[in-house]
Every structure is written in C-alpha cells, then in structure tokens.
C-alpha cells in the first residue's frame, strides 16, 4: 500500500500522472527472498503493493534476458533478490548469480538505462522486515523516475 | 610480410604432406581488391594459394566448432580432425576460450603464430579513397581501430611460429568507453538506439563471431520467444542487450562483428564495456591462458558487491 506522502507527491506532480502506480516484478529465490517476503506478509509489515513476485529456485536462475524481456514488456522495475552470499541453498548459485548481476546493472546503466529501473539485494527468511524496508525504498524511487518508456514496446 | 607468406606455404605444405594435421585453415586471395577469404587448405597444391598480408582479417576461429562436432551421419566411433590455423594474437585468443568453452580439443589444433602489424580496416579504405589506398597499406593510418587498441599482437599458445615485423602492444584501450562513460544516461541512451536502429538484424554479427556456437541463439529461439522477428526498435535493444551480454568475459575484441554489419553499427562501444568491466572487476583478460576458469563460471568470496540495493 502506497504511503499518504508518497500519494501526495504524486497528485500535485505534474509528471507522472496521478493515475500511475509503479509496477515492479520481483524475481525472489525460494529459499531465502521469498520466504522473507512470506515473512514481511504473515507479520502484517505495511509495504507498498507495487511488487509482482515471481519465485524462482535461486538467484543464479535469473537469466539476465528476464530482466530485460520484463522491462520490454513494460515493467516500471525490476528487483532480483536471493540469499546472502554464503547462505545459498545451492551454495553458490548466488555468489555465480553476482557475478553476472554486477556486469548486467554496469552495463544497462552504461547504455543509459535509467539507474534504478533494475536493483538486486539480499533478504534472508529472517529479513521481513528488510523486504518490506526494501520494497518501501524500490517503490520510491521507481516512483521518482516515474513509467519506464526507454524499452517498453507499444502496440505498432 | 612476403617472407612470412613464404615460410607460411612451406610450413602448411609440410604439415599436409607429412599428415600432422588433415586441413590447414588460412586465407587466399578474394576476388574484389583489398578482400582475403578464407581458404580450406587440404593438400600441397591449396597450400601454394595461402596468402599472408594486412588484409587477412577475418577470425577463422569461428569455423573450428564445427570442425570438432560429430557430423549427425556418422555412427560409431569418429575420429576428430587435426587442424592447422593460421592465427593472429586475437583469432588465437578466441581458439584458447574456445578450448576453455569444449568446443575445440587443443591437441588437435596446431596454431600457426603469424606476425601481426595490423590490419587494414575496409571502412578507412574505402574513406580514404583508391588512391590513398594503396599508398597507405604500410603504416597504421587505415589500420582498424581494434588493432590500434589490441594488447596481444603476439600470439598465445603458438605451436609454429612464423617470424616478421609486428606491432606492440597498446597500453590503453577503453579511452572511447571512458568517453562514453562521462556522457550523460539520456545521452548514452540516445547513442545506443541510433547506433541500434540501424541494425536489420542480418545477425552477420553473430556468424562471424567465434564466440556465437549456440545451436540455437537466443534471438532464433520461439518457445520462449525472447523478441519479435519484425523491425520493432525494442526488439532491436533486445537483441543486442543479449547479444552483447553474452559476450561477456569472452569477447576477445578481435573486430569480427564490427567488420561484419554492413550498416557499420558501433558494436566495438558495447562489447568493449564489458571487457573493461570483467578486467576491473574480476581481473580477467579472455583467451589470454587456458588455466584461468571463465569468470562468469566461477566467483570470489570477496567479489564487488556495491551495486547490492540495501533499503
Ligand atoms: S563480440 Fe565481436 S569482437 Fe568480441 S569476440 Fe565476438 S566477434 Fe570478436
Ligand atoms: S551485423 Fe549489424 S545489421 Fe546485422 S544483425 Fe549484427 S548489428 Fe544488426
């Protein structure tokens, strides 16, 4: 749920319109990121209901072409989050996962992709309260940057 | 250069004759001036055709994972062919991550060293014109810009060498990242479309890269269909964004995609952030040793995490 603030600087804004609300996929490794979010849900935390989750079996199952293909398809944003490096239910999947994720956020900001259309942290099963301060932090600032245009495809 | 062509034949003829290798891969003259091809030297007499100039560009690594597959119509035991190649510091860097990546069995492979100076970039020549042209085969003002920027003219994991005049090696290559990098996002972003809408997605660039072996490229694909098969600009981003990220900790910069697109998109820009990136981040310089793991298979305890999001 969008905070009363947030709400505000959007209605007085005069981009983006105040219909708009961010869309944000998830990619969350079932073992730790997902049940954190599990974890910020059964404790009732507040978090704007901005994000889509999508549950994969860890971080080093997220093929960079999801993110891209997300943002063609018109997402606002993207986050990915797995395990903290050393706790991976497959040991490393996520240590190969930073790896590729470092490259990829480097290189989409390189060609201009707005930063911040595409973040990546780590929330453990303990973290609700992580992934709800998290959410919170995304959601802002995928507001501030307001819809994502630069790849999203229109019906031609 | 002549003596090198020269010692070149002898070399690749005795490998023929005496059967250490079943196919010398090299150029010959092409049939449009300024153009080598690439040639499949299989006995004495192909040999005599092998030509050695600045105007052999191509990366004939490219045509080695097809060599070292089973074709489909064999059954039962197959022998893999031995193979000379005639390679640059770059073609030869593609063969050693081509080794690391088991598309090709090192011992099968016997890498003819040649002596590089650089070579001629097709697109400054025809800028410069006919008469330029020939005048200026010598020294480096049509000289491609990867080999202006390329830090390994000497070849790694050379089994014959063939001596000659060759260029050293650059000291700094990323000056035109480093440009592009103080740029603005919107005006890197407005630079990356219109290099990318030119594109008509030829995938000339993927042919010619030793890299692109996939069976099937992501782009090809249908089921998940990644991109539209139209002209669509994001379908465009979309392909390239992939294309080039999966170069990544691989590209050995060796211009194959560059001189390859017939609308002279700038790949050189993209594929070289990476490049810069893998060497910062993680120390690694692709095809440079056949020990070191392929960074993106491997990781450090310690490995940079600031682009981690903590709320
Ligand atoms: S991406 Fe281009 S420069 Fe890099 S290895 Fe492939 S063909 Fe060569
Ligand atoms: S070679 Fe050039 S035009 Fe062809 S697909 Fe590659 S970038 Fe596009």
Same mark, same amino acid.
């Given at each position: 749920m969008a905070d009363t603030t947030e709400m505000n600087e959007t209605a007085i804004g005069t981009q983006p319109p105040p219909a708009w609300e961010p869309r944000i996929v998830a990619f969350l490794c079932n073992w730790c990121s997902y049940a954190g979010a599990d974890l910020a849900g059964v404790s009732r935390l507040q978090y704007p209901a901005h994000v889509r989750v999508i549950r994969v079996p860890c971080s080093g199952r997220v093929n960079p072409l999801y993110i891209v293909k997300a943002l063609q398809l018109g997402v606002d944003g993207v986050l990915v989050s797995g395990c903290h490096p050393g706790d991976c239910h497959y040991i490393s999947g996520n240590l190969i996962a930073r790896r590729k994720f470092a490259l990829l956020k480097s290189f989409l900001e390189y060609l201009g992709v707005e930063p911040g259309r595409v973040q990546f942290s780590w929330v453990s099963a303990s973290e609700g309260n992580r992934f709800a301060d998290l959410v919170k932090k995304i959601s802002a600032d995928i507001r501030k940057l307001g819809p994502a245009r630069q790849m999203k495809k229109e019906a031609r | 250069m002549h003596d090198a062509q020269t010692k070149l034949r002898e070399t690749a003829k005795d490998l023929l004759v005496s059967a250490k290798v079943d196919l010398v891969l090299g150029f010959q003259n092409g049939s449009l001036p300024l153009r080598t091809r690439p040639c499949f030297a299989r006995n004495a007499a192909d040999a005599g055709r092998l030509v050695w100039n600045r105007l052999c560009t191509n990366n004939l690594a490219v045509y080695l994972p097809r060599l070292f597959e089973k074709p489909a119509?064999? =059954? $039962?035991p197959w022998t893999p062919p031995k193979v000379a190649v005639v390679a640059k510091g770059c073609d030869a860097r593609s063969i050693m991550g081509l080794v690391k990546e088991h598309q090709v069995i090192r011992e099968n492979v016997v890498i003819i060293a040649m002596p590089c100076q650089g070579m001629i970039s097709l697109r400054k020549a025809e800028a410069a014109g006919a008469s330029a042209r020939t005048s200026k085969l010598? $020294?480096?003002?049509?000289?491609a810009q990867a080999c202006l920027e390329c830090i390994q003219p000497s070849v790694p994991g050379a089994n014959i060498i063939i001596d000659g005049p060759s260029r050293s090696a650059a000291s700094d290559r990323f000056q035109r990242v480093k440009d592009f990098e103080a740029l603005t996002a919107a005006e890197r972003w407005q630079q990356f479309v219109a290099q990318v809408s030119?594109?008509? =997605?030829?995938?000339a660039c993927r042919q010619a890269c030793p890299n692109c072996y996939c069976k099937t490229c992501f782009i090809d694909q249908?089921?998940?269909?990644?991109? $539209?098969? $139209?002209?669509?600009p994001t379908d465009l981003l979309l392909f390239h964004i992939g294309r080039v990220f999966h170069q990544a900790g691989r590209c050995v910069e060796c211009d194959a995609c560059v001189r390859a697109c017939p609308v002279g998109i700038d790949l050189r820009l993209f594929t070289q952030k990476l490049v810069k990136d893998v060497e910062e981040l993680f120390g690694y310089v692709p095809g440079t040793s056949l020990e070191e793991a392929p960074p993106l298979s491997t990781y450090r305890p310690d490995d940079s995490e600031c682009f981690i999001t903590d709320p």
């Open positions: - | 119509n064999v =059954r $039962g010598d $020294g480096d003002d049509l000289v030119k594109c008509i =997605r030829c995938y249908t089921k998940p269909s990644w991109a $539209g098969v $139209g002209d669509d």
